[in-house]
């Protein structure tokens, strides 16, 4: 590979619960000598549910990274590296609306933000959803509330800046695609 | 804000050249504490340049956190915090392919994934694209080659996996869609 940056040295800076923390000293093609920060994430997925009258469940959360409450598909974290993209996706979609579905299609894949994380997240779409009696309980230091949002709503949420991250972004614009493809 | 989570305790575990390393001690809703790790980043600007023929200017870079070869839009990050997300743009499209373009429409925004880092990314299209004679240097220890793809092109590179992060993968799906509307 033309461009293989070589790691000379490799130093764990921390780990914590989320996110595992590295810096490296690369040697680039040209023999020079660079710094790369990168932060190691066990990967995650995203669900896209769509409710029978067409409208996407949605989970409101703070996010303490941008210190704001953001409107987003449910998502969530792997618990383990070997757990598949899809049974993350079905734990994580019972945990945070009380849905699970009878159909799931996979939408797309796509590494967060590769300049300086391995974060890798797989995207769902979910639908033929059922309301289970008994659901997996949140994680306790989540707290979200479900908003089902029809597409004007969704779009409305997007415009005020209150959705605008990029698994979610991507969803409507999906969504819009979807509808374009069914109007036609 | 009903699921604000206040600050406690934050420490700096790190200051890099891209991302800051943060630790937060946060206290939920419910007064119990958990931890919050959260990645500082500047911020970037992306662009989905059109070629008067119809293709996209894409840019190949080795990837250290996902050691491999990625295909993507060009990017790259904000000077200042106080740079526009279109000069960034400006600069980076000029940068990395040695083009400048006569049109500039803002696409969308988003948090690369909140739930770690305030990265935030501004997406322009660029169309009635030029060389420039003597463009702007690379940045030092970047090494990017340019590649210019059909339609078809593109989605290969998606489906061979080499083309697989989040801004470019909206920038595929944002094609789609922009054909479905053309030949409607």
Chains 1, 2 share one sequence.
Do not use: C
Not at 11 to 35: C, D, H, M, R
């Amino acid at each position: 590979m033309e461009f293989y940056e070589e790691t000379v040295e490799e130093t764990s800076i921390y780990k914590g619960n989320v996110t595992e923390y590295t810096v490296q000293k690369v040697k680039l093609p040209n023999g020079e000598l660079a710094q790369r920060e990168i932060v190691r994430h066990a990967g995650a997925a995203a669900i896209i549910p769509f409710t029978e009258d067409g409208r996407l469940i949605l989970v409101k959360q703070y996010r303490k990274a941008i210190e704001s409450e953001s409107i987003e598909i449910p998502a969530g974290l792997k618990d383990a590296d070997d757990e598949s993209g899809l049974n993350t996706a079905k734990r994580e979609l019972e945990e945070e609306t009380g849905y699970k579905a009878r159909q799931w299609d996979f939408v797309t894949s796509f590494y967060s933000t590769p300049g300086f994380t391995d974060e890798f997240l797989e995207i769902y779409e979910a639908s033929d959803l059922y309301l289970v009696d008994d659901p997996l309980p949140q994680d306790e230091d989540e707290n979200v509330e479900m908003i089902i949002a029809t597409y004007d709503e969704a779009w409305a949420f997007y415009e005020k800046g209150l959705l605008r991250d990029s698994k979610t972004v991507f969803a409507l614009f999906y969504w819009k695609m979807k509808k374009q493809m069914t109007t036609e």
